[in-house]
């Protein structure tokens, strides 16, 4: 009965999907432009390495005061990322932008190179390391809060990058920071960034999300935008929603229950999955 139960337990053991999941590696990333190397965490399909084909790619930002691994660690469910890596055959990349860089290139700071950092180093290193499709129609980009404003930025001032963008609770219009209680916190966060300019907000206007309506219009990426009902961020959403309208930029827009948390933001992630899936190709 004791070795019955032993072939069971062993057949049960090997059988069992944890042994075929997606693997993560940590990429080193080497940035010319701010003269150090970052990590990027890159999830692998349980199929990339029984296959010889090319994959389509996912870049994964996080947001403000996080780093490249917290999609990995601070979800509730901790396979979510590798879960749908592995549901869609997807390569889903997840490279460090810093607490506070919010993915632009700093004028005033080398040592804050975001934008070039993320469409010039982070994705030809992983084109370079792995088998993807290195080409545009195969390559989405999406994020949290900070990673959404990032993922939106990013697409729109390189739509020759990405086939296809997204945002999870957006920091979609950055003056919007300075008006809250926190404005003394945010100063000082975005000296590295806006040095002596960062109490002006005239300077994170410039840089907002809203003020690139005109260039997400010409570019006619495909877009994906929610937000929490009871998320912080709700009305600079809606706002972008209704210019979006206005200027007839398709777009899919979803408000849902939840707040400016990890449970909302890893139910929203894989309604992004499914939607750039319909979009990339594998060819």
Not at 113 to 136: H, L, M, P
């Given at each position: 009965?004791?070795?019955?139960?032993?072939?069971?337990?062993?057949?049960?053991?090997?059988?069992?999907?944890f042994?075929?999941?997606?693997?993560?590696?940590?990429?080193?990333?080497?940035?010319?432009?701010?003269?150090?190397?970052?990590?990027?965490?890159?999830?692998?399909?349980?199929?990339?390495?029984?296959?010889?084909?090319?994959?389509?790619?996912?870049?994964?930002?996080?947001?403000?005061?996080?780093?490249?691994?917290?999609?990995l660690?601070?979800?509730?469910?901790?396979?979510?990322?590798?879960?749908?890596?592995?549901q869609?055959?997807?390569?889903?990349?997840?490279?460090?932008?810093?607490?506070?860089?919010?993915?632009?290139?700093?004028?005033?700071?080398?040592?804050?190179q975001?934008?070039?950092?993320?469409?010039?180093?982070?994705?030809?290193?992983?084109?370079?390391?792995?088998?993807?499709?290195?080409?545009?129609?195969?390559?989405?980009?999406?994020?949290?809060?900070?990673?959404?404003?990032?993922?939106?930025?990013?697409?729109?001032?390189?739509?020759?990058?990405?086939?296809?963008?997204?945002?999870?609770?957006?920091?979609?219009?950055?003056?919007?920071?300075?008006?809250?209680?926190?404005?003394?916190?945010?100063?000082?966060?975005?000296?590295?960034?806006?040095?002596?300019?960062?109490?002006?907000?005239?300077?994170?206007?410039?840089?907002?999300?809203?003020?690139?309506?005109?260039?997400?219009?010409?570019?006619?990426l495909?877009?994906?935008?929610?937000?929490?009902?009871?998320?912080?961020?709700?009305?600079?959403?809606?706002?972008?929603?209704?210019?979006?309208?206005?200027?007839?930029?398709?777009?899919?827009?979803?408000?849902?229950?939840?707040?400016?948390?990890?449970?909302?933001?890893?139910?929203?992630?894989?309604?992004?999955?499914?939607f750039?899936?319909?979009?990339?190709?594998?060819?």
């Amino acid at each position: 009965m004791k070795k019955l139960k032993s072939v069971i337990y062993w057949c049960l053991f090997f059988s069992s999907p944890f042994l075929f999941a997606a693997k993560v590696d940590t990429l080193q990333v080497a940035s010319i432009a701010m003269h150090k190397t970052y990590k990027a965490a890159v999830v692998l399909p349980n199929s990339y390495t029984k296959s010889k084909t090319a994959y389509p790619v996912l870049y994964l930002l996080h947001g403000a005061y996080g780093h490249f691994n917290d999609w990995l660690s601070r979800t509730p469910n901790k396979e979510v990322v590798k879960n749908l890596a592995d549901q869609y055959d997807l390569i889903i990349v997840m490279p460090e932008g810093e607490t506070f860089s919010f993915y632009l290139d700093s004028p005033i700071n080398s040592g804050s190179q975001f934008e070039t950092f993320i469409t010039k180093e982070v994705i030809s290193t992983v084109d370079k390391t792995y088998r993807t499709i290195a080409d545009k129609r195969a390559r989405a980009i999406t994020g949290l809060s900070m990673g959404g404003h990032g993922a939106l930025y990013l697409s729109a001032k390189h739509p020759e990058l990405f086939c296809a963008a997204g945002s999870m609770s957006g920091a979609v219009d950055m003056s919007a920071m300075l008006n809250r209680e926190s404005s003394a916190q945010v100063v000082q966060l975005m000296k590295p960034v806006f040095g002596d300019q960062s109490a002006n907000q005239e300077m994170y206007v410039k840089y907002s999300v809203l003020q690139l309506i005109d260039t997400i219009k010409s570019n006619k990426l495909p877009l994906i935008l929610d937000c929490g009902v009871d998320d912080f961020l709700i009305e600079p959403n809606r706002e972008l929603h209704r210019r979006l309208l206005y200027n007839k930029i398709e777009h899919d827009y979803t408000e849902r229950p939840g707040a400016h948390t990890w449970e909302y933001w890893e139910n929203a992630l894989p309604f992004h999955v499914l939607f750039f899936n319909k979009i990339v190709s594998r060819k």
